[in-house]
C-alpha cells in the first residue's frame, strides 16, 4: 500500500484500520457488481459503498462493519489479513479495551477469593460432620413447596413466545399490494446464507409497502421462509426482534405497524392484512405500512 493510500485509511476512519480500495479493485476485477454484492450480504448499496470507500456512515460501529468486511472477503475469496492487518491495536475498539480492564483482577486477588472458598468449604464440612442431628432433624421437617413461577406468570411468558402457523388461508390474489419501487431483478448465488448482521435500525432507503382494501388487522404479519435464513424486524415502537428460520417454516410476528422488515426476499413468503407482498429480489430492506381502514394502529 502507498504511503498516500494509508494517509487516506487513517484519516478516514482513524480508529478502524483496514484495506476498502483493495475489496473494490477485487470487485471490479471479478466483474461483480455493487448491488450483487449487497444482494448476498443483505445490505444496502450504501454500505457496501461505506466499506470500499471508507466512509464514516453505514454502521452502528466498528464491530458490525467488521463483520460485514469479513463476509465482503470470503465472497471474493480474499484472505481477510489482506483487507485488515493481524494484530493493529487500533482495531479494537476502546470501549471493549476500557471494559476488559475494569474486570481484570489481579494474581493477589485471585489467591485471596480461592482461600475464602477453601476456608467457607472447610467450615461446612466441619459443621455437617459435628451436627447430624441437626440435619437430620431439619430432614424431617415438612416445609411447604416452594413455587418458581405462578401459574398466570408461565401462562403470560407462553403467550409471548412468536407464533408459528401455516399460510394463512385469507391470503387471496397479491393484485391489491401498491408498491413504489421497482427494480430489475439481481440473481443471489444457490448458497446457504452467510453470517446474519441486522442492520434494520439505521436502514435507508426502504421498499414501502402498503393495501388498498385490508382484509385483516395490521397488528403482525406472516412469513414463509422456502430456504433457511435470519431475518429482523423493528416495529412502530422501536421493538427489535430477530429470527433464525429454518426451510419452510411459517412464523406470524405481532406488533404495532409500521413494520420495517431485513429478509432475503428470495427465500421469503410475506402476507399482510390479508394479503401477500410482492418481493422484488433488491427488496431487502422494507416497510409494511397500514392502510387507511388500519391507520389507528399506527404512530
Known amino acids: 500500500m502507498s504511503p498516500l493510500g494509508l494517509f487516506n485509511i487513517l484519516t478516514t476512519n482513524p480508529i478502524f484500520i483496514y484495506n476498502g480500495a483493495l ?96 476456608i467457607i468449604a472447610g467450615s461446612i464440612f466441619v459443621v455437617n460432620i459435628f451436627s447430624d442431628d441437626d440435619v437430620a432433624l431439619l430432614a424431617n421437617t415438612d416445609a411447604p413447596p416452594v413455587l418458581t413461577l405462578m401459574e398466570e406468570e408461565a401462562g403470560s411468558i407462553k403467550n409471548d413466545l412468536p407464533i408459528v402457523l401455516e399460510i394463512p388461508d385469507q391470503a387471496v390474489a397479491p393484485t391489491d399490494i401498491t408498491k413504489k419501487k421497482v427494480g430489475p431483478k439481481v440473481a443471489i448465488a444457490d448458497t446457504p446464507a452467510l453470517s446474519f448482521i441486522c442492520t434494520i435500525a439505521n436502514a435507508a432507503p426502504l421498499t414501502n409497502f402498503s393495501t388498498k382494501l385490508p382484509e385483516k388487522p395490521a397488528t403482525y404479519f406472516h412469513l414463509v421462509s422456502t430456504q433457511a435464513q435470519t431475518i429482523c424486524t423493528l416495529d412502530a415502537n422501536n421493538t427489535l426482534a430477530t429470527y433464525t428460520l429454518s426451510e419452510g417454516e411459517k412464523l406470524t410476528h405481532r406488533g404495532l405497524a409500521p413494520f420495517k422488515i431485513q429478509l432475503d426476499p428470495a427465500r421469503s413468503q410475506l402476507y399482510f392484512e390479508g394479503w401477500k407482498v410482492q418481493l422484488q429480489d433488491q427488496d431487502i430492506f422494507i416497510k409494511l405500512n397500514p392502510s387507511n381502514g388500519n391507520a389507528l394502529t399506527a404512530n
Open 23 to 118: 475489496l473494490l479493485k477485487e470487485r471490479k476485477k471479478q466483474k461483480i457488481s455493487r448491488s450483487d454484492i449487497a444482494q448476498q450480504l443483505t445490505l444496502h448499496e450504501d454500505q457496501i459503498k461505506s466499506i470500499e470507500e471508507q466512509l464514516p456512515h453505514g454502521f452502528a460501529n466498528d464491530h458490525f462493519r467488521a463483520l460485514a468486511i469479513k463476509r465482503y472477503a470470503f465472497i471474493l475469496a480474499l484472505p481477510i489479513k489482506k483487507i485488515i492487518p493481524p494484530d493493529v491495536p487500533a482495531n479494537t475498539e476502546q470501549s471493549i479495551v476500557e471494559d476488559i480492564q475494569k474486570i481484570g483482577l489481579s494474581k493477589s486477588v485471585i489467591i485471596l477469593l480461592i482461600s475464602l472458598v477453601l
